[in-house]
Nanobody, 123 residues
Framework: QVQLVESGGGLVQAGGSLRLSCAAS????????MGWFRQAPGKERDFVAW????????DYADSVKGRFAISRDNAENTVYLQMNSLKPDDTAVYYC????????????????WGQGTQVTVSS
């Protein structure tokens, strides 16, 4: 069992930055690939980024490439999402998720989810 708690969301102006954190419980964090997803009002929960278990490989949705960066600290059981050059379209609830073994862009394949943190980008 893995419990995930996101933090770091808030209100920011367009062009600004935020850093989201996701703290995981348990001693098996390094055995999970981690992902970030987001859900805007009235829309589905979409893939944002994933990172492999050792942090060596990452992948991003086209909409955030070059602006967002995912990273992890296995010693601290934490995964991060650095978000730069934010746009109003980035407004959503952001969720972190854990998946055994290899990462995926498919939300249905993730085993554990956090409760989410709201990110609002004003124009």
């Amino acid at each position: 069992q893995v419990q995930l708690v996101e933090s770091g969301g808030g209100l920011v102006q367009a062009g600004g930055s935020l850093r989201l954190s996701c703290a995981a419980s348990g001693r098996t964090f390094s055995t999970y690939a981690m992902g970030w997803f987001r859900q805007a009002p009235g829309k589905e929960r979409d893939f944002v980024a994933w990172i492999t278990r050792n942090g060596g490989v990452t992948d991003y949705a086209d909409s955030v490439k070059g602006r967002f960066a995912i990273s992890r600290d296995n010693a601290e059981n934490t995964v991060y999402l650095q978000m730069n050059s934010l746009k109003p379209d980035d407004t959503a609830v952001y969720y972190c998720a854990a998946k055994r073994d290899v990462p995926s862009i498919r939300r249905a394949q993730y085993d554990y989810w956090g409760q989410g943190t709201q990110v609002t980008v004003s124009s």
